[in-house]
């Protein structure tokens, strides 16, 4: 952690007061040097008042994403978010941690901007992604797991996604397969999983994930009104996308490890709990093809099976799911 | 067609010699400009000799790989070899090929190096290829495919190759599934296929290829003696490198032509027949873990399938194969 993250950190911890002697002694440096570091942290957006008798409180935040915020909110975890960067705008995080990857910077990098100019979803489609009124970001992840297995990771990140959006709003969420997340029917939030691969060996994955948190219904344009909402549409209150960040990550982090250590059946079953697909009839619309049937599970790389219409069970890797009404 | 390539390719058809006046007219250029890419194909080695009765005759070639040389024996084809590119020196040819990826370079197009300081093989093994020796080259496919179908191409890429070597040099060479090529149980040449894509769409496909072309036994590692082995050891003469390209790319481009027309089964029959796995019993080791079977048949994906020890059918997605003695 940063000096401004530990800063933070220790802000929280203490909201009755912290003084600069204790930060000082806490972080082994002078007391100048925090004073001019909480300068830097009032400079981005911090509300932190000085008080003779209480010390340094935090009255207020940005509402920004800062690293050493995002750091300091996170904790320590196993792999993801030990590196967060954040950019003011980006053509699409997935490409700069495309760009990181290849450098060789190490697994668990999370990049956020606060807006996207060709944020993208599944199949070449646009996703929105307006001025910090979101969350959007993708992670590098390094798993030792074959191309096909890769489907896990999506319905890993869909499982931390709605447990973080339960923890942080109480707001129930259910799971669309493969990548969707809904409120009362309609999408809140999506990931979008790019791979590099050799034939039986993956490279790097990166799940690029996009989260409608402060948008009033006025954000979205009037087609998207009856398919999209937004946490605070549905809280009925404004969220901090930071703390609201910081959730995600550290679910996203414990799914990933449950993952790595080979504990798919367990994120699966609570994954099929919270699925609105499991167990209802689907159309799967795969290029120019339809497959009906009933979605009976999810099998142990990820992929839903379907008791087709004529009887067969078959695994869907892809295309677009559509419950029947 | 550049105009080098075009005079190459008149020099070629018209082995008598051809004069620079049909020269200019075929090409709509000056006999000064002809005589001027003449000169400048001497310099890189081409031996043209100006006969005051003849015209201009090809007389000698050099050992090297050239653009428009490539082109001019290439000719014609749908996809691969539109867009030829010579590096005398890379890292690895798949990482060129990478970049021209993310820049939107269309597909079909083919980068060599003469040769590669970090050329790579399956599951991140070091793949040698020494500077004028072999043929190391990388296409760029955009295919419009799902990751697990991205094997047809390994396929397919090893049945040109076995192809081009018949035609070539009239040795008969065996496939080993699923990328490497040998004659009398040594390998001439191997496939690493590179993938990047989503869930269930490939953005590209990037094979690499390597094949020994010129080496003698004495340019081979002591321990690779008995493993390795050039077509110029099998054949007992050296083989043109560029006339050789020219025939892979050409049956490259064939056999992709039938993979994008949903003609898998073509191939596939064609690859059983030449692979040296099919009917044998192999040992499978999957990291840790060893399969032992007999090799039965390729499925409609590539995937070997293999009747277990224990009675079960298996497919084989990747790993190391051993055919047992």
């Given at each position: ?119 993208r979803g599944r199949l070449g489609r646009k996703w ?198």
């Open positions: 952690m940063t000096t401004d993250a530990k800063i933070l950190s220790a802000l929280r911890q203490n909201p009755g007061g912290v003084s600069g002697a204790e930060l000082a002694g806490q972080l082994g440096i002078s007391r100048a040097a925090v004073w001019s570091r909480i300068e830097e942290l009032r400079k981005v957006g911090f509300e932190i008042e000085a008080d003779p008798h209480f010390g340094y409180r935090l009255r207020g935040e940005p509402d920004a994403l800062l690293a050493d915020d995002l750091l300091a909110r996170l904790g320590k975890t196993k792999v993801i978010g030990r590196d967060i960067r954040v950019f003011g705008q980006t053509t699409s995080t997935n490409d700069v941690v495309e760009k990181l990857a290849r450098d060789g910077v190490p697994e668990g990098v999370v990049v956020f901007a606060e807006s996207q100019t060709r944020g929105m992604s307006p001025p910090r009124k979101g969350l959007w970001f993708s992670l590098l992840l390094r798993p030792a797991m074959r191309p096909q297995q890769t489907t896990q990771l999506t319905v890993a990140s869909a499982t931390a996604l709605r447990r973080a959006i339960l923890i942080h709003t109480n707001l129930n969420a259910e799971i669309k397969w493969p990548n969707d997340i809904l409120i009362a029917g309609r999408k809140v939030a999506g990931i979008l999983t790019e791979l590099s691969a050799e034939l039986d060996r993956v490279r790097h994955v990166i799940p690029g994930i996009g989260i409608d948190v402060n948008q009033d219904p006025s954000d979205f344009p009037p087609e998207l009104r009856k398919l999209a909402t937004s946490l605070r549409i549905e809280a009925g209150d404004k969220v901090s996308r930071a703390a609201l960040a910081a959730d995600v990550l550290r679910e996203l982090d414990r799914e990933y490890s449950r993952v790595c250590a080979g504990n798919f059946s367990e994120i699966s079953e609570e994954w099929v709990e919270h699925c609105e697909t499991i167990g209802r009839d689907v159309t799967v619309q795969i290029g120019d093809r339809k497959i009906r049937g009933r979605a009976e599970s999810l099998d142990d790389e990820g992929a839903l099976v379907l008791r087709t219409e004529h009887g067969r069970l078959q695994r869907i890797t892809g295309g677009d799911v559509s419950v029947e009404k």
